[in-house]
């Protein structure tokens, strides 16, 4: 057994990303400024995205996203119940009702051939999910949304980088939001970016900077002007150069740290494809997946103990593991308003009380994957009926 605790997520930052936030923070720049514009360029070209608006967090990214699709009080939007509560919170901030479609049993994301029987006059938009990398069901939900006549908004907080039929999440005409949170693929500490078509980056632009007119970011520079129209109430959602710094050298490793990725999952895959009590994640055909998470299911009624307290044995043996996630259906705030049962969506919440993500992150070293692996392995020795 391990004598130090594994935590589940720590960042992988060098001394490129140090540097570079050091000479940020030296240069007469530290907000929205140059290194953000760069970063925007460079993770557009990355993904071959039409358009980029880099924000504080893929949450800003989501709300501002709705609100470029002009979503208000009155509106549904369907969504997962099996995301980070981010997703649904910013339906509830623009007013509009968050319609929760269960998730297919495979993948884990929102069931396409269970959102049409959501889809009311009151419905605008379906946001997706594509949980854990691995793309949801696109072609399905586009079709879908273009009989009805519906936007389609991408939460790919997850999703960096992911392929649906060989291209990119993020490359097509929805708005597509990405996270850089201190757990994810790319991180900024804090930070997002929204992609999309011109006309819809440029509107959201404005909304995620007070509502000032083009390039108002830059009223304080030599090149910039003194004046700025306010055309909307907008919010104050920019990035900083400061974290840009961050992203710009995170993003030119994402290429080795998802090689990384991928060597540990085929670890903890071959060491766990042969235990019947585990089910192990896997990938459909036509996606590349992100690997953003590593989450296996239980087979419960092969073990003597449930879900928790497996989590207990792992720290016990000091690996740190998350649940991802606690449906939003049986938070209080939506069980409460909505009136939701735990079986409303019993795909999300019994696969909820089985599963666990185990560290999956660059940083790990061959010695941490195989400490992970022994500790998970000794646990269904104990346990196993
Ligand atoms: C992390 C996460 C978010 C929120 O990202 P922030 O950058 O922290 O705002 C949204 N959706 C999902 C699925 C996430 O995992």
């Given at each position: 057994m391990r004598n130090t605790f594994l935590p589940f997520s720590p960042p992988v930052i060098g001394e490129e990303e140090i540097d570079e936030v050091v000479d940020t923070l030296k240069s007469s720049w530290i907000t929205t400024g140059p290194k953000t514009r760069k970063f925007e360029e460079e993770f557009k070209t990355y993904i071959g995205a039409k358009e980029a608006l880099a924000l504080n967090s893929c949450t800003a990214a989501l709300h501002v996203a709705l609100v470029t699709q002009g979503i208000?009080?009155?509106?549904?939007?369907?969504?997962?119940?099996?995301?980070?509560?981010?997703?649904?919170?910013?339906?509830?901030?623009?007013?509009?009702?968050?319609?929760?479609?269960?998730?297919?049993e495979e993948t884990l994301n929102i069931d396409p051939e269970k959102i049409e029987k959501?889809?009311?006059p009151k419905t605008k938009a379906i946001m997706a999910v594509h949980y854990s990398g691995h793309p949801a069901e696109m072609d399905k939900i586009n079709e879908i949304a273009n009989k009805y006549n519906l936007h389609v908004i991408e939460d790919a907080a997850h999703a960096l980088p992911a392929k649906y039929k060989g291209r990119y999440i993020g490359s097509g005409?929805?708005?597509?939001?990405?996270?850089f949170y201190a757990t994810k693929n790319l991180t900024t500490a804090e930070g997002g970016m929204l992609?999309?078509?011109?006309?819809?980056?440029?509107?959201?632009?404005?909304?995620?900077?007070?509502g000032m007119s083009r390039d108002a970011w830059k009223r304080y520079s030599k090149e910039g002007s003194w004046y700025y129209?306010?055309?909307?109430?907008?919010?104050?959602?920019?990035?900083?150069?400061?974290?840009a710094s961050l992203g710009l050298h995170q993003l030119n490793k994402l290429a080795v740290f998802q090689k990384r990725?991928?060597?540990?999952?085929?670890?903890?895959?071959?060491?766990?494809?042969?235990?019947?009590?585990?089910?192990?994640?896997s990938a459909k055909k036509e996606v590349e997946h992100a690997w953003h998470l590593y989450v296996f299911r239980l087979r419960l009624e092969m073990l003597k103990i449930d879900r928790n307290r497996f989590i207990e044995e792992l720290k016990n043996r000091n690996i740190g593991t998350s649940v991802h996630f606690i449906p939003i259906h049986i938070h209080?705030?939506?069980?409460?308003?909505?009136?939701?049962?735990?079986?409303?969506?019993?795909?999300?919440?019994?696969?909820?009380?089985?599963?666990?993500?185990l560290p999956?992150?660059?940083?790990?070293?061959?010695?941490?994957?195989?400490?992970?692996?022994?500790?998970?392995?000794?646990?269904i020795r104990l346990y196993k009926k």
């Open positions: 208000g009080s009155g509106d549904e939007v369907i969504t997962t119940p099996l995301t980070f509560t981010a997703t649904v919170n910013v339906i509830e901030h623009v007013g509009a009702k968050p319609v929760l479609v269960d998730v297919e959501a889809i009311t005409d929805n708005l597509t939001a990405f996270s992609t999309g078509p011109d006309d819809l980056i440029e509107k959201a632009r404005i909304i995620s900077l007070h129209e306010v055309v909307l109430p907008g919010f104050k959602y920019n990035m900083t150069d400061i974290q990725r991928y060597e540990i999952v085929e670890k903890y895959n071959s060491a766990f494809k042969d235990i019947d009590c585990l089910e192990i994640p209080p705030y939506y069980k409460n308003k909505y009136g939701f049962k735990e079986n409303d969506f019993p795909v999300a919440y019994n696969n909820y009380l089985r599963m666990i993500s999956l992150n660059p940083g790990l070293s061959d010695q941490d994957v195989a400490d992970v692996i022994e500790a998970v392995l000794d646990v």
